[in-house]
Structures are given as C-alpha cells and as structure tokens.
C-alpha cells in the first residue's frame, strides 16, 4: 500500500514553454502532498506544501507564479512549470503524508532547452 | 531551530565491511526518525524508521539504526556491505509541531569497494 506515482518520468520541453507534471496517491488518499526539488548531488528542497482544497502553500523563495500547485482531489496533486527555462531542468520529486509519514513517489526528470 | 546533520558526505567501505552511517538531528519535541535510500534517477526508498517503542529499529537489505536520545542521533549501520548498497542515503525527521513537516540531511554517498 501507500503507493506514490509520477507522470512523466522525464520530460524535455523548449525554453518558454510550460510543462506539468502529475502526482497521485494510487491507492490511499491525501489531503496534504510536498512538492520538492532536487540539485544533482544535492539533498531534497521542499518546494510547496500543497493542500487539497485550498491554495499551496510555497516555501521562501519558491516562484509560486512560475510553478503552479493545484491539489484539485485526494488524490491528485499537478505541478506546473511555467515559462520554462533552463536553470529550471532538475529532478522533482512529489510525496504524499500519510500521518507523521510521507510516501515518496519515483520523481520527474525536467531538462529544459 | 529543527535540523538534521549527516556527518561525512562520502562514505566508502570495502564489500563485506561494516556500513555506518551518521545522522543527527536537533528538536524540541520527540522526533519521528527516516532513513531513505536513493539509486540514480530513482526516488526515494524507505529503509526504515522510528516512531515510539524500541529505539533499535531493523529495515529491510540488513540496515538498522538505534535512536539514542541522549545523543540526538540515529545512525544507521549494515554489518556487511554489498555492492548493491552502493547508493545515496538520506536521513529525515518529521516533527509534529511543524505539522510533520519533513527536514533531510544533506545526505551521504555510499561507495562500496569490490
């Protein structure tokens, strides 16, 4: 149980597009999910809490207009980036918080060209 | 302030040699203890965790990790390492009064030597 997915697994898009990326909770439901990204090397950056319901909640200096946060069901969660650039390619990471817990799900590859 | 300090970015053992990997952490409240495992390009894996109870906690592929609350830490060892343990190892706390917000350690790169 408690299974995170991603959709896509990567994605290569053209500098000024917009792309999004999916998050659910397969089969459990969620009102909260974490929007993280991560550097190569580097540890996990929490991006957003994302609420369902209600709007997300951004961590300080996180662009809330360049990437948009919609928690839209219990088990849905999106992350959309927009106006992409390259310093935006980067591994994301979304979980889902089950109690004290998150479940993390597999993470999208971002290249941006 | 809430924080997590992984000691040594890069740890490298011999294959069949102990594994032993530090981790601490700062709270004001009792902490809820991870330790995660990353392959390339993969997500997160859960090795094992500490809620309340026995502070000797066993995960899965032979990993445990001791809470010792005297020492703010919870370090997690393998008796014998396997070149698949070869990985990225992150330790995290969740903590209550931030909403079980989740806070990692920078993480510590495991090489293992054949």
């Known amino acids: 149980g408690a299974v995170v997915s991603q959709h896509p697994s990567r994605v290569i898009c053209k500098s000024g597009t917009s792309v999004k990326i999916e998050c659910r909770s397969l089969d459990f439901q969620a009102t909260t999910m974490f929007w993280y990204r991560q550097f190569p090397k580097k540890s996990l950056m929490l991006m957003a809490t994302s609420n369902e319901g209600s709007k997300a909640t951004y961590e300080q200096g996180v662009e809330k207009d360049k990437f948009l946060i919609n928690h839209a069901s219990l088990t849905l969660s999106t992350l959309t980036v927009t106006s992409a650039h390259p310093e935006d390619s980067s591994f994301y990471i979304c979980s889902a918080r089950v109690a004290y817990e998150q479940y993390f799900g597999p993470g999208t590859r971002l290249t941006v060209t | 302030a809430q924080s997590v300090t992984q000691l040594g970015s890069h740890v490298s053992v011999s294959e069949g040699a102990l594994v032993l990997l530090r981790c601490n952490y700062s709270s004001s409240v009792p902490p809820y203890l991870f330790w995660y495992v990353q392959y390339p390009n993969q997500g997160l894996q859960l090795l094992l965790k500490y809620t309340t109870g026995a502070t000797l906690v066993k995960g899965i592929n032979g990993f445990e990790a001791e809470f010792k609350k005297s020492e703010t830490s919870f370090h997690l060892t393998k008796p014998s390492a396997h070149m698949s343990d070869a990985a990225e190892y992150f330790c995290?706390?969740?903590?209550?009064?931030?909403?079980?917000?989740?806070?990692f350690g920078t993480g510590t790169s495991l090489t293992v030597i054949p």
């Open positions: 995290a706390v969740s903590l209550s009064n931030t909403g079980n917000q989740f806070y």
